[in-house]
């Protein structure tokens, strides 16, 4: 059955933000594109503007995070929207309410947009798919699936070094398998065009068919940062300790843990991002970490930015037409 | 009652008829093809209007739901969409609650089935009590109170000598095993086939070779043992290699597929459609090819519905956390017409798999319309035409991956002996 995107509108706009799949390449810019516009609020004295003022805002984290939730949160409040935040391993599942009549009380609440992390892949596609027609919906992490707005931060970060993407050569390293980060860059990243994707890890933390997300594999490291732009590690979880993946965070680090010494096999002007929280040792060396080819905090504060242009793309806002600064 | 159907094409692939001639019952039994026996003076009459006349399909494996989740499915309901489907026999797997593994409970089966008197159901007795796979069932008492075949459904048996003691017992009462291949690590936690679509999609993935490390160990100790052994349903077209060469050396093997997987493959879930959501999960198009020629070539007996109805709230939830199956019994017929249409295999051999070999796997005198035998009948309109709307399902399980579809081949009559248990109306 052929299936429209379920992201998109009848004339092809944004409508939900759920994965970096299957956007157009224009889509992805024009978000890049308008978060330039918004990180100038950051500095003005009263840090807002009055794109979504009226607007209701749910954060619906049903797995725990701090980041990702309070940048969504600064982002909803910098556009003048309401925000409401529900914390849900506290809240109504555990007594017994399903996740849609759980929706249901928030659409009758009179919401308009939902923000949605869930441990669940296709979980903000579910969401989308039973919403009432006039509500949004951004996903803020689904499983293994996608965390869209992380992989267009990170876009952002990446194109404010380096320009552009035609001739970048971009190497994630570590638990693609289980990330949701890797397969929202990996998209992004093919769309916006550039050069080469890598992926490097060993092979059980690398996704069966990871040849059809258009991606080189390498099980070395060395080999595989060789001559890249972007180095992109990813978060080691504890959990895959326990599940015969990888024998000891020794042995990862040795093998796949980011060090100044590794570094040397990239381009001299590599730049080193983290999605965070990092695990500092085992997946990246301290030493690169908090040296000068890492942008991981760069990536936070861009990250409002880049949520602020989605959600205002989404609601059918756009900053500069006419808007004036309170 | 004496009961003449006349106008329809008869096939009945137990004894190589394919013929445009009438058929006659006699109460509850088949009395003659062709010729009337002397003196027969029929008290009603069918029409087949040009449709087929076939014996009613034999499904080896389809969820009733009772006794335990009759908020999904009951005996009387389903075996009403069974009669719909045009079959007359079923067997039901034993992950029943209480779980069918004592007498009482398959007892019960058979009782309520015959007071709905939709269709014939066979239960199908526990491999091991509580499906735990400590130890072995009654397979004997069990088998008195009906039980066709033994399983442990979804569970496979961990402790391979558990398993090996089941096939000893079994073997020594002429007992037939049914098992699903799917070895339980490699398949723990997943709900897609480990392949593109699951990679692309992030979901936990079940290996191809989680069914062909399990259909190896089965094989291996058929080999040392020599119990009858029925494997299904097969999803990948390595297993139907291994299970053909098994058949080859004449280990006493069948094998079974849903009409689902011969017609749908991993890319059907994209994205997260999860009334695409079975299991074992849609492969890749390679093994929905191999399963499709494993049944052409004869390596693969039956064609099963794998019936799982469910409730509405099953399927609404995010595809790991929704529950896995699909409602079949009333789209196995024109699923499986549709191999005709495509060159698979003709409508004789395709009949055959729905009725006559899966009677033959179960040992039953069922799937013919040899005279003596029930007037089991399914009478089907080759070429009627009609679109899968969910709601419109004669059973309780709404969910289909099929919604929408155009599909051709249309049950008219459905007769249990010699009774019409539906008519289209």
Known sequence: ?326 | MKLRIHGGRVVDPANGIDDNIDLYIEGEHIAALGEPPAGFSPDREIDAGGGIVCPGLVDLQARLREPGEEHKGTIESETAAAAAGGITTLCCPPDTDPVTDSPAVANLIRERAARAGKARVLPIGALTPGLRGEQICEMVILGEAGCALFSNADRPVVNTEVLRRALEYAASHDLTLLLRPQESWLSAGGCAHEGAVSSRLGLPGIPGFAETVEVARILTLVEEIGARVHLGPLSTARAVQMFGRARYDGLPVSASVTAHHLHLCELDISDFNNQCYLRPPLRTQRDRDGLRQGLARGIIGAICSDHQPHDLDAKLAPFSASEPGASGLETLLPLALRLVDEGVMPLPELIATLSWQPARILGIPAGTLTPGSSADICIFDPDHHWRLIPDQLVSHGHNTPLAGWELKGRVTHTLLAGRVVYRLD
């Open chain 1, 1 to 326: 059955m052929i299936q429209r995107d379920i992201q998109l509108d009848e004339s092809g706009r944004l409508r939900h933000f759920l994965t970096t799949e299957g956007l157009k390449r224009q889509t992805l810019l024009e978000i890049l594109d308008h978060a330039e516009k918004f990180t100038s609020v950051a500095d003005r004295s009263v840090k807002k503007v009055p794109l979504l003022r009226g607007v209701t805002i749910a954060n619906l984290f049903f797995e725990p995070s701090t980041r990702t939730r309070t940048t969504f949160e600064l982002a909803a409040k910098r556009l003048s929207a309401d925000i409401l935040n529900i914390n849900i391993s506290t809240s109504a599942t555990t007594k017994g309410e399903s996740l849609l009549d759980m929706l249901r009380n928030l659409e009758a609440m009179h919401c308009d947009m939902f923000v949605v992390r869930h441990s669940r892949s296709g979980a903000a596609h579910f969401i989308a798919r039973h919403v009432a027609p006039h509500i949004r919906v951004i996903n803020a992490g689904d499983g293994s699936h996608a965390h869209p707005t992380q992989a267009m931060l990170d876009m952002f970060t990446i194109r404010r070094h380096k320009g552009r993407f035609a001739e970048l050569r971009v190497a994630i390293v570590g638990d693609i398998m289980h990330s949701r980060v890797a397969r929202s860059q990996i998209h992004a990243l093919t769309t916006l065009g550039v050069q080469e994707v890598r992926v490097i890890g060993p092979q059980t933390l690398i996704p069966r068919a990871a040849e059809n997300l258009g991606v080189h594999v390498y099980h070395d490291l060395q080999a595989g940062l060789s001559g890249v732009d972007v180095v992109i590690t990813l978060r080691l979880q504890r959990e895959r300790m326990t599940g015969a993946l990888i024998p000891s965070e020794r042995e990862y680090f040795a093998l796949y843990g980011i060090t100044e010494e590794k570094l040397a096999f990239a381009s001299p002007d590599v730049m080193v991002m983290h999605p965070g929280p990092i695990n500092r040792g085992v997946e990246i060396g301290s030493e690169v970490a908090d040296g000068p080819h890492s942008v991981i905090l760069e990536q936070v504060s861009n990250g409002i930015a880049v949520r602020m242009a989605v959600m205002s793309m989404v609601m059918g806002s756009r900053f500069g037409e006419g808007q004036e600064e309170q």
